[in-house]
């Protein structure tokens, strides 16, 4: 193809075809080179390669430093053809005791802090490596992984280290790649040695066991997950889920009374001073009115002081209300995606992991084993070639000052091999002595002892397994003698706690008085409007809802799709503008509209319908939702619309369709449900359900005609049973066939 003319090179190919072709190679580049971490080992490419430069430059544990620059400068010039700035921040990482469970790297110099400062240039700091980077580097040099050339094919790299300790979990991982993401917490590595050592011993230890010996992550900040377990075992068996973390906090009292908080931990990679920035906006914005000051007393050690404006304010509820609103309490995601042996990525089970790390180390284990018996029988035959010299010294030494070709003769006259040939023609002299042959006798028969344990090794798994184990128990004994390896993240349980008074106590009650457009532009006035006061919206819109709250209400939004949703009354535009558009606020489709509009109150019924004639009353309690998009309550299908939703407020039910017939029953007729389509209301040959009210039979049934509102008395004609035709309204009902404002 190369002869050919530089046209008829040219291959013709759709743009389509070719761009999925270039971007797939990106994206399995990204994958595999870059963002997911491999199991075995627990780092990614440019990690492996820091530390596997940094052993080449001898900065083992017990050397001096070196400057992170000559670091960096082998890595991208050796092993990594990428930015300075971005090998460099890797090696920080490595270095910083507040982001790395384990560090890996030994810092000396500025390497950032928990404030968010970022470390000192690389021509200032220093480097060298942990033991626990040394434990995973333990045995490259004798053949336990595969290597690869690098880039330029001058020098060659390991595709993965033999990792003699769990470094994936302990340590963690995170990763953005195409597609795909990757989100390991760190954990106890105490607690995954006895982890590992359980797994070896019972193979099929199910997720329950091994998170009773690895009860969650243990951050190396500290903190207290509050998850519950049952959520802990589902994440780790399925590879994916999360933990609630909260900051370690306490009292301190100050006398009469008075008290301040202190908290003493934050929770992991967050930054004090974005903390502490967040709470002063809070205050300065009164979401934080019970909030009288904070102080950041921190040195070395966190210490953060929240001082309340009043003694007799609830120090619980005062923290439930920061956990709720800043970030003393985050979710920490766990999504196990990493690369496995065969370097395809997939979601690994926490059993599946561990399992993948002691292959790994059982594959290891048989490479070193066969790379030392290959050592120990290249060195016995050349021992052996010494004792044979020794047993017919003389001789040796006459064939070889009189033969014209010694090595020929000494071959053949006392079946010797090349290599011991070489050997014994390279004796000095001095080693012909008697001692000399004493300790080649004692070093031949101490390696045919070590080569007999290896080859007996080698056959058998149940030895193989004992000397993982024994590793396995050594690492776990020098962690746990070492400060280190004690748990810091504790685990705590979290009782349900009310949100309405913690918005009372965030934000102060003050009256306003909701607005919602016809075209779904929504807004809050100040205090409770009458119906006098004259309303402003934008040009061909008008007013729909109306409704008086306190900002320390919660607002219910009912859609035609039958879902709820909820939003906070404080958290609504106010201000002489139009508002904004409500879904905006929530996820609403097109398609769909606002029903109704209603202020939470805690303990009462809806009753719901839909324009087939189902319907069901619900507690207020079960459609409330953080969600954007929302909870689905009433199900509908199809052309099925929701088209009511009213409080509960009553012994009769007064059901009318667009047909305009009107139907009463009792409320007790309609069932509760949690969510569904419900039982039928009325039936209907055309059309469907127009509109449901709920009222005491005793007052009358009311709907507005006008500017006024009309009350029916008699209505005997219309009690019937639920599901019922009905019968047409009576004279002054109103032609649109609804009752009006409830």
Same mark, same amino acid.
């Given at each position: 193809?190369?002869?050919?003319?530089?046209?008829?090179?040219?291959?013709?190919?759709?743009?389509?075809?070719?761009?999925?072709?270039?971007?797939?190679?990106?994206?399995?580049?990204?994958?595999?080179?870059?963002?997911?971490?491999?199991?075995?080992?627990?780092?990614?490419?440019?990690?492996?390669?820091?530390?596997?430069?940094?052993?080449?430059?001898?900065?083992?544990?017990?050397?001096?430093?070196?400057?992170?620059?000559?670091?960096?400068?082998?890595?991208?010039?050796?092993?990594?053809?990428?930015?300075?700035?971005?090998?460099?921040?890797?090696?920080?990482?490595?270095?910083?005791?507040?982001?790395?469970?384990?560090?890996?790297?030994?810092?000396?110099?500025?390497?950032?802090?928990?404030?968010?400062?970022?470390?000192?240039?690389?021509?200032?700091?220093?480097?060298?490596?942990?033991?626990?980077?040394?434990?995973?580097?333990?045995?490259?040099?004798?053949?336990?992984?595969?290597?690869?050339?690098?880039?330029?094919?001058?020098?060659?790299?390991?595709?993965?280290?033999?990792?003699?300790?769990?470094?994936?979990?302990?340590?963690?991982?995170?990763?953005?790649?195409?597609?795909?993401?990757?989100?390991?917490?760190?954990?106890?590595?105490?607690?995954?040695?006895?982890?590992?050592?359980?797994?070896?011993?019972?193979?099929?230890?199910?997720?329950?066991?091994?998170?009773?010996?690895?009860?969650?992550?243990?951050?190396?900040?500290?903190?207290?997950?509050?998850?519950?377990?049952?959520?802990?075992?589902?994440?780790?068996?399925?590879?994916?889920?999360?933990?609630?973390?909260?900051?370690?906090?306490?009292?301190?009292?100050?006398?009469?009374?008075?008290?301040?908080?202190?908290?003493?931990?934050?929770?992991?990679?967050?930054?004090?001073?974005?903390?502490?920035?967040?709470?002063?906006?809070?205050?300065?914005?009164?979401?934080?009115?019970?909030?009288?000051?904070?102080?950041?007393?921190?040195?070395?050690?966190?210490?953060?002081?929240?001082?309340?404006?009043?003694?007799?304010?609830?120090?619980?509820?005062?923290?439930?209300?920061?956990?709720?609103? !800043?970030? +003393? *309490? &985050?979710?920490?995601?766990?999504?196990?995606?990493?690369? @496995?042996? =065969?370097? /395809?990525?997939? $979601?690994?089970?926490?059993?599946?992991?561990?399992?993948?790390?002691?292959?790994?180390?059982?594959?290891?284990?048989?490479?070193?084993?066969?790379?030392?018996?290959?050592?120990?029988? !290249?060195? +016995? *035959? &050349?021992?052996?070639?010494?004792?044979?010299?020794?047993? @017919?010294? =003389?001789? /040796?030494?006459? $064939?070889?000052?009189?033969?014209?070709?010694?090595?020929?003769?000494?071959?053949?006259?006392?079946?010797?091999?090349?290599?011991?040939?070489?050997?014994?023609?390279?004796?000095?002299?001095?080693? +012909?002595?008697?001692?000399?042959?004493?300790?080649?006798?004692?070093?031949?028969?101490?390696?045919?002892?070590?080569?007999?344990?290896?080859?007996?090794?080698?056959?058998?798994?149940?030895?193989?397994?004992?000397?993982?184990?024994?590793?396995?128990?050594?690492?776990?004994?020098?962690?746990?003698?070492?400060?280190?390896?004690?748990?810091?993240?504790?685990?705590?349980?979290?009782?349900?706690?009310?949100?309405?008074?913690?918005?009372?106590?965030?934000?102060?009650?003050?009256?306003?008085?909701?607005?919602?457009?016809?075209?779904?532009?929504?807004?809050?006035?100040?205090?409770?409007?009458?119906?006098?006061?004259?309303?402003?919206?934008?040009?061909?819109?008008?007013?729909?809802?109306?409704?008086?709250?306190?900002?320390?209400?919660?607002?219910?939004?009912?859609?035609?799709?039958?879902?709820?949703?909820?939003?906070?009354?404080?958290?609504?535009?106010?201000?002489?503008?139009?508002?904004?558009?409500?879904?905006?606020?929530?996820?609403?489709?097109?398609?769909?509209?606002?029903?109704?509009?209603?202020?939470?109150?805690?303990?009462?019924?809806?009753?719901?319908?839909?324009?087939?004639?189902?319907?069901?009353?619900?507690?207020?309690?079960?459609?409330?939702?953080?969600?954007?998009?929302?909870?689905?309550?009433?199900?509908?299908?199809?052309?099925?619309?929701?088209?009511?939703?009213?409080?509960?407020?009553?012994?009769?039910?007064?059901?009318?369709?667009?047909?305009?017939?009107?139907?009463?029953?009792?409320?007790?007729?309609?069932?509760?449900?949690?969510?569904?389509?419900?039982?039928?209301?009325?039936?209907?040959?055309?059309?469907?359900?127009?509109?449901?009210?709920?009222?005491?039979?005793?007052?009358?049934?009311?709907?507005?005609?006008?500017?006024?509102?009309?009350?029916?008395?008699?209505?005997?004609?219309?009690?019937?049973?639920?599901?019922?035709?009905?019968?047409?309204?009576?004279?002054?009902?109103?032609?649109?066939?609804?009752?009006?404002?409830?």
């Amino acid at each position: 193809m190369t002869d050919l003319p530089g046209e008829e090179r040219i291959r013709p190919t759709p743009f389509v075809e070719a761009l999925s072709e270039r971007y797939l190679s990106y994206a399995v580049s990204t994958i595999v080179s870059r963002s997911l971490p491999d199991v075995r080992d627990g780092l990614k490419p440019v990690h492996r390669r820091l530390l596997y430069a940094m052993r080449l430059l001898r900065l083992d544990p017990r050397s001096g430093f070196k400057k992170c620059a000559r670091v960096v400068g082998d890595v991208i010039g050796k092993y990594h053809p990428h930015g300075e700035v971005a090998v460099y921040d890797a090696l920080v990482r490595l270095a910083q005791d507040f982001a790395a469970r384990y560090p890996l790297v030994e810092g000396q110099g500025n390497f950032g802090n928990v404030d968010g400062d970022n470390a000192a240039a690389m021509r200032y700091t220093e480097a060298r490596l942990t033991d626990i980077a040394e434990a995973l580097l333990e045995g490259i040099d004798e053949d336990t992984v595969e290597f690869r050339t690098t880039y330029d094919g001058e020098e060659r790299e390991p595709l993965v280290l033999p990792a003699a300790f769990p470094n994936l979990l302990a340590n963690g991982a995170n990763g953005v790649a195409v597609g795909m993401a990757t989100s390991i917490p760190p954990h106890n590595a105490v607690e995954l040695c006895t982890a590992l050592l359980h797994l070896l011993k019972t193979p099929r230890a199910q997720t329950e066991e091994l998170v009773e010996l690895i009860p969650g992550p243990d951050f190396p900040t500290g903190g207290i997950i509050v998850e519950p377990h049952e959520s802990i075992v589902d994440a780790y068996a399925t590879g994916r889920g999360g933990f609630r973390l909260r900051a370690r906090w306490c009292t301190e009292d100050l006398g009469r009374g008075k008290y301040q908080i202190v908290v003493t931990e934050i929770p992991y990679q967050v930054q004090k001073v974005r903390l502490v920035e967040k709470v002063a906006d809070l205050m300065e914005s009164k979401k934080l009115s019970w909030l009288a000051d904070v102080i950041d007393e921190s040195t070395e050690d966190i210490r953060l002081i929240f001082v309340p404006r009043a003694r007799n304010i609830d120090v619980n509820l005062l923290m439930e209300t920061l956990f709720r609103s !800043t970030e +003393l *309490e &985050v979710r920490i995601p766990l999504n196990l995606n990493v690369l @496995d042996k =065969d370097r /395809v990525p997939r $979601v690994m089970s926490l059993r599946s992991a561990l399992s993948a790390f002691l292959d790994h180390r059982f594959v290891v284990l048989r490479r070193r084993s066969t790379y030392r018996r290959i050592q120990i029988e !290249t060195r +016995l *035959e &050349v021992l052996e070639g010494y004792l044979i010299a020794y047993a @017919d010294l =003389d001789a /040796v030494i006459k $064939v070889i000052r009189d033969a014209d070709t010694p090595e020929k003769e000494m071959r053949r006259r006392w079946k010797l091999s090349e290599a011991q040939v070489n050997a014994i023609l390279s004796m000095r002299l001095r080693q +012909l002595r008697k001692l000399d042959q004493l300790e080649i006798r004692k070093e031949y028969d101490g390696l045919t002892i070590e080569l007999g344990d290896l080859i007996k090794l080698l056959k058998s798994k149940a030895r193989q397994r004992t000397t993982i184990e024994v590793e396995l128990k050594q690492l776990n004994t020098r962690l746990s003698e070492s400060e280190v390896g004690k748990r810091r993240t504790e685990f705590a349980t979290v009782f349900a706690t009310d949100e309405a008074p913690l918005l009372e106590v965030i934000v102060e009650r003050e009256p306003v008085t909701v607005l919602c457009s016809q075209k779904g532009w929504i807004r809050t006035a100040k205090n409770h409007l009458t119906s006098d006061v004259d309303l402003k919206f934008k040009e061909g819109d008008q007013g729909r809802f109306t409704v008086h709250a306190h900002t320390t209400d919660r607002l219910l939004i009912f859609a035609t799709n039958g879902r709820f949703y909820t939003l906070s009354c404080d958290k609504l535009p106010g201000g002489r503008g139009f508002g904004e558009p409500v879904r905006m606020m929530i996820e609403l489709e097109n398609d769909h509209d606002v029903v109704a509009l209603l202020v939470h109150k805690p303990g009462q019924h809806f009753l719901l319908a839909a324009s087939d004639g189902r319907g069901f009353l619900v507690n207020e309690d079960d459609v409330l939702t953080r969600a954007r998009a929302g909870k689905q309550i009433l199900n509908v299908a199809d052309d099925i619309k929701a088209v009511a939703c009213v409080p509960a407020n009553g012994d009769t039910v007064a059901v009318v369709g667009e047909n305009h017939k009107l139907l009463l029953f009792g409320i007790d007729e309609v069932s509760v449900q949690p969510r569904g389509r419900g039982v039928i209301l009325q039936r209907y040959r055309d059309g469907g359900l127009r509109d449901v009210k709920v009222f005491q039979k005793a007052n009358g049934l009311s709907w507005r005609f006008g500017e006024r509102t009309r009350t029916f008395t008699d209505t005997r004609p219309w009690l019937s049973k639920r599901g019922q035709a009905g019968r047409l309204a009576p004279t002054g009902f109103p032609k649109s066939n609804k009752f009006g404002i409830y």
